[in-house]
Nanobody
Framework: QVQLVESGGGLVQPGGSLRLSCTASGSIFANVMGWYRQAPGKQRELVATITSGGNTNYADSVKGRFTISRDNAKSTVYLQMNSLKPEDTAVYYC?????????????????WGQGTQVTVSS
């Protein structure tokens, strides 16, 4: 009943740019949103996160090149990727980290998008 849908991936030359978008169901857009990526033969790794208040964190490998942002009104999170390198090639996944509080405490749920392929190649 909830869904994250990524778009914007594709093939780009080294040094180029892409902007990824992730549109989420409103009910899972209230907490922490993040972008992860998984390259062939590699573990899925965190790329960037952003809180509902706009606080951001980035992996060292993308600092200064990638920018995460969100439009709460559109329930959309973006990843602007500049100065792309071949090592950025991966499937990029959008993740929502949602806390749900009831009388027993808070339970945390992760929701993942289907992924979008980013290929950086000459």
């Amino acid at each position: 009943q909830v869904q994250l849908v990524e778009s914007g991936g594709g093939l780009v030359q080294p040094g180029g740019s892409l902007r990824l978008s992730c549109t989420a169901s409103g009910s899972i857009f209230a907490n922490v949103m993040g972008w992860y990526r998984q390259a062939p033969g590699k573990q899925r790794e965190l790329v960037a996160t952003i809180t509902s208040g706009g606080n951001t964190n980035y992996a060292d490998s993308v600092k200064g090149r990638f920018t995460i942002s969100r439009d709460n009104a559109k329930s959309t999170v973006y990843l602007q990727m500049n100065s792309l390198k071949p090592e950025d090639t991966a499937v990029y996944y959008c993740k929502a980290h949602l806390g749900v509080t009831n009388s027993y405490g808070t339970s945390w749920y992760d929701y993942w998008g289907q992924g979008t392929q980013v290929t950086v190649s000459s």
